[in-house]
């Protein structure tokens, strides 16, 4: 009898100096949809998906793909399979184009030259496959991080993946941005391919989804139809018991004003301008805003890490 799953991980173990990091993992993915993977840190996700890829070796248990057991020693192995992996840090070449960066490694060839009309040819053939509106020549350090999790989109469908691996894909990006990250996810998942989808945005899971998988402490929980799930059934499960206070009411009283900034300005002139605030003893103070606010590079600034052109801040009481 023909297997409705195109990626079935059964049994998987695996285990580090101290760490029983899987127990008899097994995962089950059909084709053409989106398996989100959940867990909190350290459930074993990360490990799970590694295994697959070809960067560890499992203790135990079998890989099957459209039906036929796999063997992934490595990497390579896995892409031969179809399998491909996008990491949640993304670390593309920066000054080279984009369309070395899809094809590295694997540069068409004429005679004994790069062939780079055909390299530009083949990318942007890509590109128009999947709606994507960016130039092959381009210089990747020129892409935001939404296209450059596009331009990675576009590498794994290079090999003609079966299924592929998103690692925290959102974590970097704006709303809008995620939109259209979910536009070539729906576009693939109607061609068939699989996606596995890790994430801990909740509202994301459950609108991108078509089934859950949720682990536990190196242990799978379950699998559900995600139409079936919840935020508040997702929680309890990841964690085991019933969490009555998602957001404990605060008790805490701040104290005195410990560290003061005043006007901060920094030497670029595309970024963060007049920045004012306090932090008081025992408080939290939490700075937000969307991918380049220059949140990152205010606190850079505070540490020393960046040069500003007004420094008025300070410890208070120092000397």
Known sequence: MESPYLLEMNGISKAFPGVQALSQVTLKVKPGTV????????????????????????????????GEDVDIPNSKAALQHGISMIHQELNPVPHRPVMENIW????????????????????????????????????????????????????AVSFNSKVIVMDEPTSSLTGKEVEQLFAIINELRSRGVSIIYISHKMEEILTISDEVTIMRDGFVVGTWDAADLTTDLIITRMVGRD?????????????????????????????????????????????????????????????????????????????
Not at 39 to 58: D, H, I, Q, V, W
Not at 130 to 135: K, T, V
């Open 35 to 66: 398996h989100a993977l959940m867990g909190e840190n350290g459930a074993g996700k990360s490990t799970l998906m590694k295994c697959l890829f070809g960067m560890y070796r499992p203790d135990e248990g079998t890989v099957r793909i459209d």
């Open 243 to 319: 969490m009555n206070e998602r957001f404990p009411e605060r008790t805490n009283v701040p104290g005195e004003v410990i560290l003061k900034a005043e006007g901060l300005t920094s030497n670029q002139s595309n970024s963060f301008r007049e920045v004012s605030f306090e932090l008081r003893k025992g408080e939290v103070l939490g700075i937000g805003g969307l991918v380049g606010a220059q949140r990152t590079e205010l606190i850079e600034s505070l540490f020393g890490l960046r040069d500003s052109l007004q420094a008025a801040y300070r410890f208070m009481g120092a000397r």
């Open 104 to 155: 590295l490694g694997r540069f068409p060839m004429r005679a004994w030259l790069v062939d780079e009309k055909r390299m530009y040819t083949d990318t942007l053939s890509l590109f128009q496959d999947l709606n994507l509106d960016i130039d092959p020549k381009a210089q990747a350090r020129t892409l935001s991080v939404s296209k450059i999790q596009s331009m990675e989109i576009a590498k």
